[in-house]
DNA sequence: CGTCGCTTTGATCTAAATCAAGTTGAGTGG
DNA sequence: CCACTCAACTTGATTTAGATCAAAGCGACG
C-alpha cells in the first residue's frame, strides 16, 4: 500500500535535516555527481514547501504523489502538475519556491539540496545539461496544460487527464487515482462536479470502468484519443 | 516606425541562412560564448516557425512582437506568449520547437543555431546556466499563465494582461499594443468580444484610456493590482 | 473618399458553475 | 465483526459568466 512508511524514514510534516539516513543518490542524477539524498515522508495532505518559501531541497519521489500549486488570495487553487514515483520535483534556478507542494497521499521522497546540485552543475556540465532538460519538460507539460486550461471542453480537458494518467500510472490497464475529485478539478480548471458528471457520463457510455470511485480502467482509449486532440 | 526593416536584413518570411549579415553577439549570452547572430526580418502574421518543427535557431527580438502558440486540430489557437524586443524564443533543449511561432507586426530577430549554443553550453558552464535561467523564467510565466487561464475571471484575466504589458513595453506611461483583440483573446483564454467588453468597462471606469484602441494609458494601476490579486 | 479589417456593442444562448440533496464506502470504535 | 460516521462522490435543479451570433462604428490605407 503507498501509505505505508519504511522503517527508515520519519513521519513529520517537515524536514529536519541531521536527524536522516542516507540514502541512495538521486536517480536520473545518478553518478553525475556523488550527491546524498535524504528520505523522508510526509503524511497526507502535508505540506511539504510553501508558495514563495526558500527552496532550500529538491525532491524525488519514491512512493506516494504530490500536488504543486498556486493560489488566489480568496483561495481558488490552480494545480500545475502532480507528482508521481520517479518525479522530481521542486527544482528551482531561483531561490525560492514558484508554487506550494502538498502530499495528495503518505508520501516518501528522497531529498537534496538545492545549492550541492547548483555546485555539481557549476563544475559539471553533464549535471547542468539534466538540470536544464528537466526544466524544459515541467515547461512542455506547461505548455499542453495552458492549451488544455485556456481552450479545451470539460469533457476534452478529462479525456487528457485521463490518458496521461493512464500513461503514468497505469498497472494491467488499471489505474488507482491517488487525487480527490477537487483535485482533478483544481488541476483541470473544473469544479469537482464537473469532474464527476464527466466520469459518470464517459462510465455511461462505456468508455471506462469504475471499481471504486478511484479505480478506473480505460476501455476505449481511442475514443478519448479523438476527444482529447 | 516598428514596421521598418534595416537595410542590412532581408524581410521575407523564412530564413535562408547565408544569405545574411552577421551582427552582434546575442545579448544576455553575449561575452559567455563568441556566437555569431544573423539579423532577419519576418512581415507582419509571418510564420517564424510551425509546432514540431526543428528547433534548428534560437530568436531574440530586435524590433517587433511575436506570439508564440498552440493549435487543435480544429483551429482553437493558445497563445503562450508573446515576446517584445530583447525577448529570446524558440529555445528548446529538444530538437522540435514544441509551439509554433509567429510575427505579431514586422519584427526583426537576431538568430543563433541552436547547435552551436548548445555546443557552447556544452564547454562552458556559464552558458549552460544562462539556458537554464532563461527556460527557468518561461516556466515561471507558464505557471502564471496557467494560475490565470484556470481560476481568473474574464476581468482579472484582462487586469493581469494590462499590468503585464504595461511593466514590458509602457513608455511614459502609455503603452502601444501590437495585437489584436483576437490575440489577447486567445492569449487569455476568451474571445475577442469578451477582451473588447473588458477594456471598454475600464474604461468607462476610468481605469484607463484610449488614444486609438491599441494606445492605452493606465490611470489606476492599483485598482488592476486589486482585481489581478 | 471608398473599402476592408478591426473593434465595439447588443441580443441571445449555453456550458459549466453553483446550490442542494442524496448515496457510497472507507475507516473507527464499540 | 458490525454499526456508525464522515468525507468523498454522484446526481439533480437552477443560475450565470462568457460564448456565440449579429450588426454597426471607426479608422488606416490604397
Redesign the pocket.
Known amino acids: 500500500m503507498l501509505t505505508q512508511s519504511t522503517s527508515l524514514s520519519v513521519s513529520i510534516n517537515r524536514p529536519t535535516p541531521g536527524a536522516f539516513v542516507p540514502s541512495k543518490p538521486f536517480s536520473g542524477l545518478a553518478g553525475l555527481a556523488g550527491l546524498i539524498a535524504t528520505e523522508f515522508t510526509y503524511r497526507k495532505d502535508g505540506e511539504i514547501y510553501g508558495e514563495d518559501e526558500p527552496a532550500e531541497y529538491i525532491y524525488q519521489i519514491v512512493r506516494g504523489a504530490v500536488r504543486t500549486y498556486k493560489l488566489l488570495s480568496d483561495g481558488r487553487r490552480q494545480i500545475g502538475a502532480f507528482h508521481l514515483p520517479g518525479d522530481v520535483f521542486g527544482l528551482e534556478s531561483g531561490t525560492k519556491h514558484r508554487l506550494a507542494a502538498e502530499a495528495v497521499i503518505d508520501t516518501t521522497v528522497r531529498l537534496v539540496k538545492r545549492r550541492s546540485l547548483e555546485q555539481a552543475a557549476g563544475t559539471d556540465v553533464q549535471v547542468a545539461h539534466k538540470l536544464w532538460t528537466m526544466t524544459t519538460d515541467d515547461l512542455k507539460h506547461a505548455e499542453e496544460h495552458m492549451l488544455l486550461l485556456g481552450r479545451k471542453?470539460?469533457?476534452e480537458r478529462v479525456a487528457t487527464f485521463l490518458l496521461e494518467m493512464d500513461r503514468r500510472l497505469a498497472v494491467a490497464g488499471m489505474m488507482a487515482l491517488p487525487m480527490?475529485?477537487?483535485d482533478i478539478g483544481d488541476y483541470l480548471?473544473?469544479?469537482?462536479?464537473?469532474?464527476?458528471?464527466a466520469?459518470?457520463q464517459l462510465n455511461d457510455e462505456g468508455v471506462l470502468g469504475?471499481s471504486?470511485?478511484?479505480q478506473i480502467v480505460l476501455r476505449n482509449r481511442q475514443r478519448l484519443r479523438n476527444m482529447d486532440i
Open positions: 471542453s470539460a469533457m480527490c475529485r477537487r480548471g473544473l469544479t469537482l462536479e464537473t469532474v464527476s458528471r466520469l459518470s469504475f471504486g470511485a478511484r
